[in-house]
């Protein structure tokens, strides 16, 4: 068993005023999760310091905008702040952003209910063509509106606790990844093939254009990075079907499907592993993505 561990009056004065080393400050908070006691002295040893007054004046100004109920004001108020803020309400933090609980879902539903639609009642063939060349892009524009300060209006809070940065945007994909993927996928299988790729065919794809999208948004910011992605996706399966002559445009359609599908998956992996690595090696990027 472990021996349990409390923070020592040094190591608190040290935090509260900012000569921790960055390591250490967040080892630290991340105990404060769990220690109320050492979450108590923490906070005091903080409103001693020269930010005290300031530091409750926000405090004050913020509960009496948005007043929550009166055990949840309790509790705000004995949070404890710090160089990083507070971690006791990074729990709360980890939810989805709002616009991916809103629009995001909105447009999924939109995108099956049409498809099933066009396929059933409208007996259209080659909803499956279009489909697939929509579900790629749909995990990268959950990856656009779920991370950022255009997405959520407490980014800029949520980025500073340990569990924000890199770590937060791979929580809110895995969430657009687990609701879109099979979702799209059984839709994809309820609709006529029309000489399609299978309807998982898109799977490794959609993967590898949501981890790319990651890689780009360390480099340009979310918008931005998922714009070009799913953007270069689009261009890549609609202007060469546009442009080649011969047949309907949904034929042409499914045969540039076919061509960026099948005989590719083992090159669709390996996009994803070298996206996933480049990601790991971009990590600290995702700690100064506030204003993008």
Same mark, same amino acid.
């Given at each position: 068993?472990?021996?349990?561990?409390?923070?020592?009056?040094?190591?608190?004065?040290?935090?509260?005023?900012?000569?921790?080393?960055?390591? $250490? +400050?967040?080892?630290? =908070?991340?105990?404060? =999760?769990?220690?109320?006691?050492?979450?108590?002295?923490?906070?005091?040893?903080?409103? =001693?310091?020269?930010?005290?007054?300031?530091?409750? =004046?926000?405090? $004050?100004?913020?509960?009496?905008?948005?007043?929550?109920?009166?055990?949840?004001?309790?509790?705000?108020?004995?949070?404890?702040?710090?160089? /990083?803020?507070?971690?006791?309400?990074?729990?709360?933090?980890?939810?989805?952003?709002?616009?991916?609980?809103?629009?995001? !879902?909105?447009?999924?539903?939109?995108?099956?209910?049409? +498809?099933?639609?066009?396929?059933?009642?409208?007996?259209?063939?080659?909803?499956?063509?279009?489909?697939?060349?929509?579900?790629?892009?749909?995990?990268?524009?959950?990856?656009? !509106?779920?991370?950022?300060? /255009?997405?959520?209006?407490?980014?800029?809070?949520?980025?500073?606790?340990? +569990?924000?940065?890199?770590?937060?945007?791979?929580?809110?994909?895995?969430?657009?990844?687990?609701?879109?993927?099979?979702?799209?996928?059984?839709?994809?299988?309820?609709?006529?093939?029309?000489?399609?790729?299978? &309807?998982?065919?898109?799977?490794?794809?959609?993967?590898?254009?949501?981890?790319?999208?990651?890689?780009?948004?360390?480099?340009?910011?979310?918008?931005?990075?998922?714009?070009?992605?799913?953007?270069?996706?689009?261009?890549?399966?609609?202007?060469?079907?546009? &442009?080649? /002559?011969?047949?309907?445009?949904?034929?042409?359609?499914?045969?540039? !499907?076919?061509?960026?599908? $099948?005989?590719?998956?083992?090159?669709?992996?390996?996009?994803?592993?070298?996206?996933?690595?480049?990601?790991?090696?971009?990590? $600290?990027?995702?700690? /100064?993505?506030?204003?993008?």
């Amino acid at each position: 068993m472990r021996t349990p561990w409390h923070a020592s009056e040094d190591l608190t004065l040290r935090y509260a005023d900012g000569s921790l080393p960055e390591a $250490d +400050a967040w080892s630290l =908070e991340k105990h404060l =999760e769990s220690c109320t006691g050492c979450a108590s002295r923490v906070s005091a040893a903080v409103r =001693e310091t020269a930010a005290g007054p300031v530091l409750e =004046e926000l405090r $004050d100004l913020v509960l009496t905008a948005a007043p929550p109920a009166a055990g949840a004001r309790e509790a705000v108020r004995r949070a404890p702040t710090g160089r /990083h803020r507070t971690s006791r309400l990074t729990p709360a933090f980890r939810s989805l952003g709002p616009a991916l609980r809103g629009s995001w !879902l909105l447009a999924l539903l939109t995108v099956v209910v049409g +498809a099933l639609l066009l396929a059933r009642a409208a007996d259209y063939g080659a909803t499956r063509a279009l489909l697939l060349t929509v579900a790629p892009v749909v995990p990268v524009a959950g990856v656009a !509106l779920s991370y950022g300060p /255009h997405a959520d209006p407490l980014h800029e809070i949520t980025a500073s606790t340990p +569990a924000g940065g890199l770590r937060l945007a791979l929580t809110r994909t895995a969430a657009v990844l687990a609701v879109s993927l099979p979702v799209l996928t059984l839709t994809g299988a309820a609709l006529p093939s029309s000489g399609t790729p299978g &309807a998982a065919a898109w799977l490794l794809p959609g993967l590898a254009l949501t981890l790319g999208s990651l890689v780009l948004a360390s480099c340009v910011g979310c918008r931005t990075g998922t714009a070009v992605t799913g953007g270069g996706w689009l261009a890549a399966v609609l202007v060469p079907a546009v &442009a080649a /002559h011969g047949g309907p445009f949904t034929a042409r359609l499914a045969g540039q !499907l076919s061509a960026c599908f $099948d005989g590719t998956q083992a090159g669709w992996a390996a996009a994803a592993v070298a996206c996933a690595a480049l990601l790991a090696v971009r990590r $600290d990027a995702y700690d /100064h993505l506030e204003n993008r």
